[in-house]
């Protein structure tokens, strides 16, 4: 069977680990997504896994008192922890070997991020999933996918999220508006997609670290893409 991507980080949004509405933690979209990751361990693709935290902490807007913002963003990368904690025992659960690494530093629960033991790790066949985004505020969870993708020699960086690629137009809002199979970063960056965060798109392109935008929700899409077939939308060069 042939393997397209033989090493993939995949992102997963806070988002699409809540219920309907993205908030929370929906158990049944962990154990579908944890089911998704499983078709592709199991023909051997390495996986490392960022996810974000939008479905716990984005900010606070509240009358009764302001949060710091570099606070909010600490509060954010915190969040993203209890985010890989959960899918870690998702994970395991169905018997993929995974651990948490986390950019925030070591405690009683996660590992500290180092990159031999990434690399160590997942040449093992264990999934990876960091937490804690950067490490820094003013970023995103999209731009650490990127740098762990890069750090891990990935062979791709895979954007789950609720469209199903990048769109000439809104599609909820315009029904002409067309799926791109590929766009160019440089394209990407000039629409400035809301579905892509922009240091992202800009790492990426400074690196050539393909990236592919898809919906994960449909089953065996993660599946098809890391064997090539043509899923969601390629950003390239
Ligand atoms: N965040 C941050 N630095 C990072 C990654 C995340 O400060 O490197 C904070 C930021 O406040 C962000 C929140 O954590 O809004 C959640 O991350 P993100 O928005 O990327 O999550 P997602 O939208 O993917 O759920």
New binding site residues.
């Given amino acids: 069977m042939d393997i397209h991507y033989r090493r993939v980080l995949l ?7 809540g219920g309907a509405n993205g908030i929370g933690l929906d158990p049944k979209m962990l154990a579908f997504i944890s089911r998704e990751v499983k078709k592709i361990r199991d023909i051997g693709v390495e996986v490392g896994l ?10 606070m807007e509240s009358t009764e008192f302001a949060i710091d ?2 606070q ?6 915190e ?2 922890t209890i ?1 890989a904690l959960v899918v870690k025992e998702a994970l395991s659960f169905i018997g993929i070997k995974a651990m948490v690494l986390s ?1 925030l530093g070591e405690n009683k629960i996660v590992d500290n991020y180092h990159r031999d033991k990434a690399l160590k790790y997942i040449a093992q066949g264990y999934t990876i999933i960091f937490a ?13 996918a990127v740098l762990r993708g890069l750090e891990l020699d990935a062979d791709v960086v895979l954007k789950a999220t609720k469209v199903d690629g990048v769109y000439s137009a809104d599609p909820k809002k315009d029904p002409h508006a067309q799926r791109y199979e590929t766009i160019s970063y440089q394209d990407a960056l000039a629409q400035n997609l809301q579905v892509m ?1 922009q240091t992202a798109l800009v790492l990426a392109k400074e690196n050539r670290m393909p990236m592919v935008v898809f919906e994960l929700f449909r089953p065996d899409a993660l599946l098809d893409l890391v064997r090539g077939k043509s899923v969601g939308t390629l950003i390239t060069e």
Avoid at 72 to 77: K, L, P, S, T
């Fill in positions: 992102k997963l949004s806070g988002e699409a680990l960022v996810v974000g935290a939008g479905n716990i902490f984005r900010g913002p570099i909010g963003d600490f509060i954010g990368m969040a993203t985010n950019l804690g985004g950067t490490g820094n505020p003013f970023f995103t969870t999209d731009t650490a965060d």
